[in-house]
């Protein structure tokens, strides 16, 4: 593979004398994150870029900075404070984001003080590798696909399938490419990047650089037959982004698996395992095409309903039916008078009916789907010993 001096000059300074290949805790791509983050995501850094690249990094960050600046003034300003007072003081740090395709920056928003995230999609992670001996031409429209296709989490606070897709393919790895965006919109920094598989019994088994190069030939694939392929390794479906809000502060571990969570594939599986291993939970969906509403996700719906002390969803969180059989209590802001798109008519008048009998409660910002109308709305959905204050 062939690398510009510059980024080899970045290896060297990050890695030192350090071998390529870590011993149990597995290749980090410390180096490469770090690239991406300045390159990609825009993040304050001192990483150097390539003086090649200069002037398309520099375009591209000016742009970048419109759509985040946009971003923290409709949505970051706006819900944190509205949802910190709502979250119970006590509520765990673990946070479960199923359907949360791209959506770091929303679970940062949600749970500002999460120490554990996850976050679970269709998409693979992507390949971290591939700015390694780019032209600036070909940069220069990778850059604008990233923008085109992070331009509706920034100015909707969601991402259509069709933008994730487009990322599964290319020069950039489409998922970390918008996490980082999620760091460089707090000014947190990237600390480390690894990549993992899940072992039958739930457990995270991280790739060395051996078993990362053994791979290479095997691909990722696709998560569901109508989905985009991806066109990088297998080994790069699951990542594990380790990050600091300040420097030597905190650090915070977000686990992304790519995933398809009907029935089919999660009732028994590794990643159903895996959740269920960390206990309770907070949790959280937005603009998730309904998919909690449908009868072959059940498997899913029942782990948010007995593991999430408390959700925070639009109306594509659990229907009220399935929350009063779990014991959980529903508390609706803004307004509801339909479904965003076609879903079961039956779970739309139960919303319909739970957002009449409560009185109005108003929401300031967009939370994933506006209802039909275009309102904004929001619930959360809790443990009845977890109530919080409307």
Request: a positive charge; proline letters at 5%; hydrophobic letters at 40%.
């Given at each position: 593979?062939?690398?510009?001096?510059?980024?080899?000059?970045?290896?060297?300074?990050?890695?030192?004398?350090?071998?390529?290949?870590?011993?149990e805790?597995?290749?980090?791509?410390?180096?490469?994150?770090?690239?991406?983050y300045?390159?990609v995501?825009?993040?304050?850094s001192?990483?150097?870029?390539?003086?090649?690249?200069?002037?398309?990094?520099?375009e591209?960050?000016?742009?970048?900075?419109?759509?985040?600046?946009?971003?923290?003034?409709r949505?970051?300003?706006?819900?944190?404070?509205?949802?910190?007072?709502?979250?119970?003081?006590?509520?765990?740090?673990?946070?479960?984001?199923?359907?949360?395709?791209?959506?770091?920056?929303?679970?940062?928003?949600?749970?500002?003080?999460?120490?554990?995230?996850?976050?679970?999609?269709?998409?693979?992670?992507?390949?971290?590798?591939?700015?390694?001996?780019?032209?600036?031409?070909?940069?220069?429209?990778?850059?604008?696909?990233?923008r085109?296709?992070?331009?509706?989490?920034?100015?909707l606070?969601?991402?259509?399938?069709?933008?994730?897709?487009?990322?599964?393919r290319?020069?950039?790895?489409?998922?970390?490419?918008?996490?980082?965006?999620?760091?460089?919109?707090?000014?947190?920094?990237?600390?480390?990047?690894?990549?993992?598989?899940l072992?039958?019994d739930?457990?995270?088994?991280?790739y060395?650089?051996?078993?990362?190069?053994?791979?290479?030939?095997?691909?990722?694939?696709?998560?569901?037959v109508?989905?985009?392929?991806?066109?990088?390794?297998?080994?790069?479906?699951?990542?594990?982004?380790?990050?600091e809000?300040?420097?030597?502060?905190?650090?915070v571990?977000?686990?992304?698996?790519?995933?398809?969570?009907?029935?089919?594939?999660?009732?028994?599986?590794?990643?159903?395992?895996?959740?269920?291993?960390?206990?309770?939970?907070?949790?959280?969906?937005?603009?998730?095409?309904?998919?909690?509403?449908?009868?072959?996700?059940?498997?899913?719906?029942?782990?948010?309903?007995?593991?999430?002390?408390y959700m925070?969803?639009?109306?594509?969180?659990?229907?009220?039916?399935?929350?009063?059989q779990?014991?959980?209590?529903?508390?609706?802001?803004?307004?509801?008078?339909?479904?965003?798109?076609?879903?079961?008519?039956?779970?739309?008048?139960?919303?319909i009916?739970?957002?009449?009998?409560?009185?109005?409660?108003?929401?300031?910002?967009?939370?994933g789907?506006?209802?039909?109308?275009?309102?904004f709305?929001?619930?959360?959905?809790?443990?009845e010993?977890?109530?919080?204050t409307?």
């Amino acid at each position: 593979m062939r690398r510009t001096a510059a980024v080899a000059v970045l290896i060297t300074a990050l890695l030192g004398s350090a071998p390529v290949l870590a011993q149990e805790a597995g290749r980090d791509f410390q180096a490469e994150v770090a690239l991406l983050y300045r390159v990609v995501a825009c993040g304050k850094s001192d990483t150097p870029v390539p003086a090649e690249w200069t002037k398309v990094v520099d375009e591209h960050c000016r742009e970048m900075g419109v759509q985040t600046a946009r971003f923290r003034k409709r949505f970051v300003d706006r819900a944190i404070p509205f949802l910190t007072r709502l979250r119970p003081v006590d509520a765990p740090r673990t946070v479960v984001y199923p359907f949360g395709g791209g959506d770091l920056a929303g679970a940062l928003v949600t749970y500002p003080e999460a120490t554990e995230i996850t976050t679970m999609s269709l998409e693979h992670a992507g390949d971290p590798t591939r700015l390694d001996g780019i032209t600036p031409q070909a940069l220069r429209r990778a850059l604008a696909d990233f923008r085109a296709a992070i331009r509706g989490l920034l100015a909707l606070h969601d991402s259509t399938s069709d933008n994730l897709q487009k990322m599964q393919r290319g020069p950039l790895p489409g998922q970390i490419s918008f996490f980082l965006t999620a760091l460089a919109v707090f000014d947190y920094r990237p600390v480390s990047l690894r990549y993992f598989k899940l072992e039958p019994d739930g457990s995270v088994h991280y790739y060395t650089g051996e078993e990362i190069a053994a791979l290479a030939t095997t691909s990722a694939g696709k998560k569901k037959v109508t989905w985009t392929a991806a066109d990088h390794s297998i080994a790069f479906s699951n990542s594990e982004l380790v990050f600091e809000r300040a420097a030597g502060g905190e650090r915070v571990v977000h686990r992304h698996m790519a995933a398809n969570l009907d029935d089919q594939h999660f009732k028994g599986s590794p990643v159903e395992k895996h959740l269920l291993a960390k206990g309770d939970v907070v949790a959280m969906t937005k603009a998730a095409s309904y998919l909690l509403w449908m009868n072959f996700f059940s498997g899913i719906r029942d782990y948010l309903t007995a593991h999430a002390v408390y959700m925070v969803s639009d109306s594509t969180g659990v229907p009220p039916r399935h929350a009063r059989q779990a014991g959980l209590k529903q508390v609706t802001y803004g307004k509801f008078t339909g479904p965003f798109l076609k879903a079961s008519v039956k779970h739309q008048q139960a919303f319909i009916q739970m957002w009449n009998k409560q009185p109005f409660r108003r929401l300031g910002f967009r939370y994933g789907y506006p209802d039909m109308v275009g309102n904004f709305h929001l619930v959360i959905t809790q443990r009845e010993a977890a109530a919080a204050t409307p």
